[in-house]
């Protein structure tokens, strides 16, 4: 653990248990890592077999499935591109029809996404305000060209846990298939893969304390013959995934799940423990909400939003926790959370949120020093914020606005003028980093000038000095219009 910050980003990935690492660096050191499991005309490369095999009895143990339904892959992307892509276009013959949901990972939607273009329709269902998706639902949603049905074990934003016991139930009713990333379940909550009933599920070392890159799709014995490969090469992993099986990575994963599968059960208590003590203490602000509350989840992801906070700019001020945020400021996409909008949160609320996630390494001191951290910043930024105050007009002075309440900035100066120069200023802002940092710059800069002046440079002058990126410029017109709404009620006898 780095010691300038707290990593409570669980969620994104967990770091590698230290027995994990240990094991992995014998691995790669001793011969077994030197033989390719696939050269088995000698003692190297046979020798490399036995670990893999061992190991995949001990991944395929966490799960409950049969070693030989475990194929090894990159990690959860790739397992579910292989179970979605590889699954539809195999039953292709019998129907072109897939039920899936609107808060599943990209790595599920962009492969259905892909489907779409190839003469697929997809079906994605909503959940509900608690992020739940009603079994019901995916009954009503089943045609009898249906041949697929991808609904998450576990959401990666908000840890809500779906009933996929009664989902898989009503799947193998009904003669179709049905798979599950489980890359946010596995080593967290108990997993049946042949009790569920599951088809298909998706793994990854990364999220349960193995290395990133190694990750597995269970594939039902019986379903096998339903899936096709999706990558094409030497034979391994019965020709649905070719490729030369990387030893370390192996036994780093089978390390991993054997220590997940003993602690499961007395983690998830310590974890509840850590989860209701980070709850309690954010619940004493006001305007707090726990997104999927009221739903089961599991104990290691929290994810709250805070009324009257862009989440971009409290992450910034937390530079003490590594979290992650549903907001979108700095991220690719310019919108909010699908996740968090898909259970209907309004944007401002889904802007709002952080994800708290955490784990084995976590202690309760961590816990207790993010509830102070986050309470110190709500409060700052709330007191930073336009909504903290009514606008006045000072006799002498002028205020000027813009943007509001429910957009996603908001920057009020309030200006003190004499002689028709201004004399003081003062801001309140609400929105992303840059929208703060910009609007304070510029208010340190309005002394002295005039109405006809007003406007300390452009905001392209702005972003240069405050090295915006080039395609935020548009965060930063709401300041340039706040300045433009001063010198329009300038007052006359300044
Ligand atoms: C992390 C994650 C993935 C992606 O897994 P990788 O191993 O990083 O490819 C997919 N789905 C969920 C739910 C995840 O949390």
Redesign the pocket.
Known sequence: MTPEAVYLDY???TPVDPAVAEVMGRSLAEPDGVGNASSVTHVFGRRAAERIERSRAAIAALIGAAPEEIVFT?????S?NMAVLGAARANAYRGRHIVSSRIE?K??LDPLQRLQKEGFAVALLSPDRRGRIDPAAVAAALRPDTVLVSI?L???EIGVIQDVATIGALCRARGVLFHS?A??AAGKIPLDVHAAPLDFA?I?A??LYGP?GI?ALYVRGEARAHLQPIVFGGGQEGGLRPGTLPTHQIVGFAVACDLAHHSLAAEDARLAGLRERLWRGLATLDGVHANGEGAACVPGILNVSFEGVEGESLVTGLRELAVSTGSACNSASAEPSYVLRALGRDTQLAQSSLRLSFGRFTLPQHIDLAVDAIRREVTRLRALSPAAEPARRAPDGVTGEAGGPGQEAWVRFTLHVREGVVNGALFKAYGCPHTLAVAAWVAERLRGRGRADLAPGTPAEWAQALTVPVEKLGRLLVVEDALADCARHWPEQG
């Not at 990159?74 to 790739?78: D, I, K, L, P, R």
Request: charged share 15%; net charge neutral; hydrophobic share 30%.
């Open positions: 969620a994104a990935t990159s990690g959860a992307t790739e579910n990972h790595a599920v998450m576990v959401n990666n990333d890359a946010q998706s990854t990364h999220k990133k990750g």
